[in-house]
């Protein structure tokens, strides 16, 4: 497929070129439009021997080619990495002062950004009112990494690894393929597999509000320690990102420290309980709730206002006592069976739950989630296996996608969080 990667003049450029490198061999042909700016850190010669084509940063050069109408009328994807501060502004307020501008203005295609930039000109309100306005309009805003910066620099406006940034590319390749020849997803019954994997249209969650959970919660002890479970939150927040790209209003309710995605609301909560009420308040009028949350299933009965001492004198000699605290605890609340309950028999909203299991004696992961589903009485159902080093904090799983009332089984995977969370919206849909 015919490429657009649109290089702006920030330091992350060099990374580019291992993106540029990843959709080459991936069959595409790929056309490189950077800034003059961008040409500061790595080179017109870099960038011609690396796609196999002549670059060019103004409208002028192949004049009678129209390159500035041409190259955005025939992409089947434009994808700006990085996208500075500079440049989304430029494009949120329709510009056309270069090459790169004008193929924004023209594209019909797919448009992927990677914003990169330092902390606070990301944070700032001006970029993100930019970024709000570029998402409303169907751009595809792929969140930057936390991590180091240009020199001792560390925060949120990492562009993300380029590994990262062509999963993303591939998926929007699918999509829109997929919303021009539709395909059918790849479903099991029993044994047996049907059809293949696919993708759904851009923008399918248009006017539809969804609430997501996500991370695990935290039931403080005391001051210091807390109950809590290996979850990350990565999949929660790939599930709100999706949903956001695909046109929903997005609520997230989560526990975890990740960034937020663009054009999501966030409710920050730590507890089973904070996260039951807010889960409870956003659920009212929506269409859709998913639970990706993992939620401690116990909390302690009663919290400590202060650090519980590893040992304490005792005795009128007193000798120090190290025995360990016996703590007792009383059992949360099933937020997902509630939100069953209080829908009752009204069918709205759609209920997705979450199943992390591991296998043992008295069942397989698939047959633990089975019965899971039909306790919980939600509309579907997303089983996956965890454990030390299995999913949990980690880029990619393998799920299991069951529904109600059917024997039918959508398996999805080993996939990235971010192609977990479509395939999640793509089994949604048929419901709403």
């Not at 059809?195 to 695990?216: C, F, N, Q």
């Not at 043992?360 to 989630?369: P, Y």
Request: aromatic fraction near 2%; glycine fraction near 10%.
């Amino acid at each position: 497929m015919k490429v657009v990667l649109g290089v702006a003049g920030g330091i992350a450029a060099y990374k580019a070129c291992s993106l540029l490198r990843l959709l080459t061999e991936g069959g595409h042909d790929v056309t490189v439009v950077p800034t003059a700016a961008a040409l500061r850190f790595v080179g017109e010669a870099t960038w011609s021997a690396l796609s196999g084509q002549p670059v060019h940063t103004d409208v002028w050069s192949d004049i009678t080619e129209v390159p500035h109408v041409r190259l955005g009328q025939q992409a089947d994807l434009v994808v700006v990495a990085p996208a500075t501060a500079d440049l989304l502004a430029r494009a949120a307020t329709g510009q056309a002062d270069d090459l790169l501008t004008n193929v924004l203005l023209t594209a019909r295609c797919p448009v992927v950004m990677a914003p990169a930039m330092h902390t606070e000109m990301w944070e700032h309100p001006a970029t993100q009112a930019n970024v709000g306005t570029l998402s409303e309009r169907g751009v595809h805003v792929v969140p930057p990494a936390s991590g180091r910066l240009t020199g001792r620099d560390t925060g949120p406006g990492r562009l993300p690894e380029p590994e990262h940034l062509y999963a993303v590319c591939e998926r929007e390749l699918a999509r829109s393929a997929a919303a021009a020849t539709p395909a059918r997803a790849r479903e099991t019954v029993g044994d047996t597999t049907v059809g293949e994997a696919t993708a759904s249209a851009r923008r399918d969650l248009e006017g539809r509000r969804v609430v997501v959970s996500a991370g695990g919660t935290r039931e403080p002890l005391d001051p210091v320690r807390y109950l809590g479970n290996r979850s990350s939150g990565k999949q929660g927040h790939a599930l709100a990102e999706a949903a956001a790209a695909r046109g929903a209003r997005v609520t997230l309710v989560s526990s975890s420290s990740l960034p937020t995605p663009v054009g999501v609301d966030v409710v920050p909560v730590e507890t089973a309980l904070e996260l039951e009420a807010a889960v409870t308040d956003a659920a009212r009028g929506a269409d859709v709730v998913v639970m990706a949350a993992a939620v401690a299933d116990f909390r302690p009965a009663a919290y400590a206002d202060h650090k519980i001492k590893k040992t304490h004198a005792t005795g009128a000699d007193g000798s120090a006592d190290e025995s360990a605290p016996v703590v007792e605890l009383v059992r949360n609340p099933d937020v997902l069976a509630g939100l069953v309950a209080a829908r009752g028999a009204a069918g709205s909203p759609v209920i997705v739950g979450f199943a992390a299991e591991t296998g043992d004696a008295e069942g397989t992961v698939l047959e633990h989630g089975r019965a899971k589903l039909a306790r919980k009485g939600c509309d579907l159902l997303v089983v996956n296996e965890v454990g030390v080093g299995v999913t949990f904090g980690r880029d990619d799983s393998t799920v299991h996608i069951l529904r109600r009332g059917s024997d039918t089984v959508t398996d999805v995977g080993p996939a990235s969080k971010g192609e977990i969370a479509h395939a999640v919206w793509d089994a949604v849909l048929p419901l709403l």
